[in-house]
């Protein structure tokens, strides 16, 4: 099987099965129209380097996704860039998918310039980012009781000054 990652600029097709995938997991509990997705996908799209929306294709079909946007959390808006909208589909979890995806978003955002990037997620998947190297800064935040992450450029991909 071949894993291919691009950009959803290379590959907007996609729009319509991200979209379908971040309204029914996420968008729609806040009582979003599917619409908003599409329309917030196509400013990403627009956008010429940030944010990026990266596609993961297994075998040429839709794999998973993620986003890297200026800000995911309104309670701490000092906080950005983050890693955002992971999605793996169910039948390619546990194949390294979501690893690769995240892996290479950061990796993409500290190229750009970026010193710290964050992202947060459910408590039972700590292992995970902890073992992808990931800093835990806060636990069990706010309502949703979510953890909250940070990862920190190597020195080497730092800009000067």
Not at 21 to 28: E, G, I, K
Not at 35 to 55: C, K, M
Not at 79 to 103: N, Q, S
Not at 124 to 150: A, C, H, S, T, V
Request: charged share 20%.
């Amino acid at each position: 099987m071949s894993l291919q990652i691009l950009n959803l600029r290379e590959a907007p097709q996609f729009i319509p099965d991200i979209a379908d995938r971040l309204w029914h997991a996420w968008w729609r509990h806040d009582g979003h129209p599917p619409s908003a997705v599409v329309d917030a996908l196509n400013e990403v799209v627009a956008a010429a380097d940030f944010p990026f929306t990266l596609v993961a294709l297994q075998d040429g079909a839709f794999a998973g996704t993620v986003t890297a946007i200026a800000s995911d959390l309104d309670e701490r808006p000092e906080l950005g860039p983050w890693i955002a909208a992971l999605w793996v589909e169910p039948a390619c979890r546990g194949t390294g998918i979501a690893r690769t995806l995240v892996e290479q978003a950061t990796a993409t955002m500290f190229a750009q310039g970026h010193r710290h990037v964050y992202l947060y997620a459910m408590p039972r998947l700590q292992p995970f980012y902890l073992g992808m190297g990931w800093n835990l800064r806060e636990e069990r935040f706010g309502k949703m009781g979510i953890d909250i992450y940070r990862r920190q450029a190597p020195h080497s991909a730092q800009p000067a000054g």
